[in-house]
């Protein structure tokens, strides 16, 4: 059974720097493309950042320059390093495994969330709130 738990959220100011983990059991993370998805409130489900088991990488326009994925492969653990906090990034955010290759990005705009694709799994979630 594919599982996700994420950590590392909080309350920060804007500016500051968090790093949330995400680490995986019941699969192997580089045979996946692992994700971080994120829903503000009131807001639909958005896919901030993705990276494939080759190393390629995916952010959303709002956080280029300011976030950075990464993973640990002998950790089963995926890394979203956040910097340059805005308020705009509060939001609850979901580590996210995918088996195909390349799904997650083409699929962003078609309002994904927990559940809807076989092959697709996500965490519970971590809440980061950035104050003024």
């Known amino acids: 059974e594919v599982q996700l738990v994420e950590s590392g959220g909080g309350s920060v100011q804007a500016g500051e720097s968090l790093r949330l983990s995400c680490t995986g059991s019941?699969?192997?993370?580089?045979?996946?493309?692992m994700g971080w998805y994120r829903q503000a409130p009131g807001n639909e489900y958005e896919l901030v950042s993705t990276?494939?088991?080759?190393?390629?990488?995916f952010y959303v326009d709002s956080v280029k320059g300011r976030f950075t994925i990464s993973q640990d492969n002998a950790k089963n653990t995926v890394y979203l390093q956040m910097n340059s906090l805005k308020p705009e990034d509060t939001a609850v955010y979901y580590c996210?495994?995918?088996?195909?290759?390349?799904?997650?990005?083409?699929?962003?705009?078609?309002?994904?969330?927990?559940?809807?694709?076989?092959?697709?799994?996500w965490g519970q979630g971590t809440l980061v709130t950035v104050s003024s």
């Open positions: 996210a495994a995918d088996k195909y290759a390349g799904r997650m990005a083409r699929i962003r705009d078609l309002g994904p969330m927990p559940g809807k694709y076989d092959g697709n799994w």
């Open positions: 019941g699969f192997t993370l580089d045979d996946f493309d």
């Open positions: 990276i494939s088991s080759d190393g390629r990488t």
